[in-house]
């Protein structure tokens, strides 16, 4: 045996080397193990969750369509027990995903907004959401009959107005935008009424105009233009750029001409609607929907016009709130692509 081995220092100097080696090999194996289950689990076809639960909006309206194609697309991608759930819109909902009674919702980024800060419908910013995309605009479409005289937002003031469902996001920016152009509710009588009943409102002449806002062309919308001979009220670009410096989420807007009927594009207002989900929901799980929703975005696209207007390069651009670890992960990927 060589002289060396025969001193005791060395002897233990050199197992302590040995044994260092080996836990940094397993060390390393088991970082290798983590970080291969984690890229298992996003790429697997299967979810944590075993259900997911969509809430929508109204029955006609482009939320419940679209949501409902979404649903459709992720049981078939996943197996999942996945269903929509019709609902108020975006305050509901966003009440709904913050109680853990639903798992995915569509809700307008004003009202997003409010909800991360605490203002409005909600009494203190809430902090269990996180957001997996920016969807597309959702249209803000005034709409009157041409004998009613009325042809601008100044000219509802003294009507008898359809605002949307109470707490929807149409009812909210339709307040907001009522009082950018100095009217509040006491300037006018407000009807409670979703997309359907604000169309039958309208064709039975028990209200003067009505706001929907949502995708373009709103089904409803469609369906009222049929049988009334429709005007769709304009909104000064001017006075909105005013509105949007402090209320950034609007955005100026045109609708296109032959949407209702109308020969020349009509100034509006825009705010874009936002996809959203638990914070409890796992980064694998949020990985793969979002993935799953771009990969399957030409099926979005038959349901409803209005997802035409879905994009990657726009998805994660203005977010209102904190983006879900999951979607960051995929933006990432694509980005570097």
Do not use: W
């Amino acid at each position: 045996m060589l002289n060396f081995l025969k001193s005791p220092l060395l002897l233990s100097a050199m197992l302590s080397a040995t044994l260092g080696l080996a836990a940094c090999s397993e060390s390393s194996d088991s970082a290798s193990a983590d970080s291969a289950s984690t890229d298992a689990a996003a790429t697997s076809d299967t979810l944590d969750t075993k259900f997911l639960t969509i809430a929508t909006g109204g029955a006609s309206g482009p939320y419940n369509i679209i949501g409902t194609s979404l649903s459709e697309i992720y049981v078939k991608t996943f197996g999942v027990n996945s269903k929509t759930q019709t609902t108020g819109a975006s305050v509901e909902n966003v009440n709904l995903l913050t109680q853990g009674k639903v798992d995915m919702v569509l809700a307008l980024s004003d009202v997003v907004t409010d909800a991360v800060e605490g203002k409005n419908n909600f009494d203190k910013p809430i902090t269990n959401i996180q957001q997996i995309a920016v969807l597309y605009p959702n249209v803000v479409q005034i709409v009157t009959s041409k004998k009613s005289g009325i042809k601008t937002i100044e000219d509802l003031r003294g009507k008898r107005i359809a605002v949307g469902d109470q707490g929807s996001g149409t009812e909210v920016n339709a307040r907001t935008l009522l009082e950018g152009f100095g009217i509040t509710y006491d300037d006018v009588t407000v009807d409670y009424l979703g997309f359907a009943e604000a169309a039958d409102g309208m064709k039975a002449g028990k209200i003067e105009a009505a706001f929907f806002s949502s995708g373009l062309p709103n089904s409803s919308l469609m369906e009222l233009e049929q049988g009334l001979d429709l005007q769709i009220v304009s909104i000064d670009q001017d006075k909105l750029k005013e509105i949007i410096a402090s209320k950034p989420y609007f955005k100026t807007f045109e609708i296109p001409a032959d949407t209702y009927g109308n020969e020349a594009a009509i100034p509006t207002a825009a705010i874009m609607n936002a996809l959203l989900v638990s914070s409890d929901l796992s980064e694998a799980d949020g990985y793969k929907l979002t993935k799953t929703l771009f990969e399957n975005l030409d099926g979005l696209k038959t349901a409803h016009q209005a997802a035409n207007d879905i994009s990657l390069e726009t998805a994660n651009d203005g977010m209102v709130a904190p983006i879900h670890p999951g979607a960051q992960k995929y933006y990432d990927e694509q980005a570097a692509e």
